[in-house]
């Protein structure tokens, strides 16, 4: 399996641009998972699903911040307006039940 | 919330030489894990603890589950330069489903 695959690598916008962040997942695994990492908050879970059902979005910032998984094999992070605050890596994790987390190599977000 | 204390920080060792880190919890955790990062990859997953106590290693990597199950902690023996990177604990509790708490993180250097 290729591993749990994100999109884009890095990313350069200007504030107030709309950002879509994109993962797909290991097949046949049912958890997928968006966390954020910087500097001075460390690893932050923002939101998981559980079989393409949203379970815990208690992390996510605010309203400008959403995330889908329409089908098993995909999600989207979307950040609507960004605002330079949001510059981080965002990685998406995925596991099956009781499994091993496995990480995508994150996004690079920087907004200007 | 949970909250994790990982240190140190940072450290900057010479090869050969052996490596503590450690973590603590303002409460319990069911499980330990600990997970190395590399620069511009997303975390992996190195050891995994499921019980009060439990030693366990990988290699040159050994771990230890804390007996209040509040701490754990992390050695490397005889370092080697691959062994860069920033090392995460990890809690997490079986009523919580998926989610992991991370700990903040050790940067490791190793000078040859």
């Known amino acids: 399996d290729a591993g749990v695959i994100q999109s884009p690598r890095h990313e350069v916008t200007e504030m107030g641009q709309e950002v879509t962040l994109r993962c797909k997942p290991i097949s046949g695994h049912d958890y997928l998972f968006w966390y954020r990492q910087t500097m001075m908050r460390g690893l932050e879970l923002l939101i998981y699903f559980n079989n393409n059902v949203p379970i815990d979005d208690s992390g996510m910032p605010e309203d400008r911040f959403s995330a889908k998984m329409p089908n098993a094999s995909f999600s989207t992070l979307k950040i609507q307006p960004s605002e330079p605050r949001d510059s981080a890596v965002y990685f998406c994790?995925?596991?099956?039940?009781?499994?091993?987390?496995?990480f995508g190599e994150g996004s690079r977000l920087t907004v200007l | 919330g949970q909250q994790l204390n990982q240190s140190p920080q940072s450290m900057f060792i010479q090869e050969g030489e052996d490596v503590s880190m450690n973590c603590t919890s303002s409460?319990?955790?069911?499980?330990w894990l600990w997970y190395k990062q590399d620069p511009g990859e997303g975390p992996v997953l190195l050891i995994a603890l499921y019980k009060a106590g439990e030693l366990t290693s990988n290699g040159r990597l050994t771990a230890q589950f804390g007996i209040t199950r509040k701490d754990s902690f992390l050695n490397i023996s005889a370092s080697i330069p691959s062994d860069v990177g920033i090392y995460f604990c990890a809690g997490q509790n079986s009523g919580s489903a998926r989610q992991l708490t991370f700990g903040s993180g050790t940067q490791l250097t190793v000078l040859p």
């Open positions: 994790a995925s596991s099956d039940l009781g499994g091993e987390l496995f």
């Open positions: 409460s319990i955790f069911n499980t």
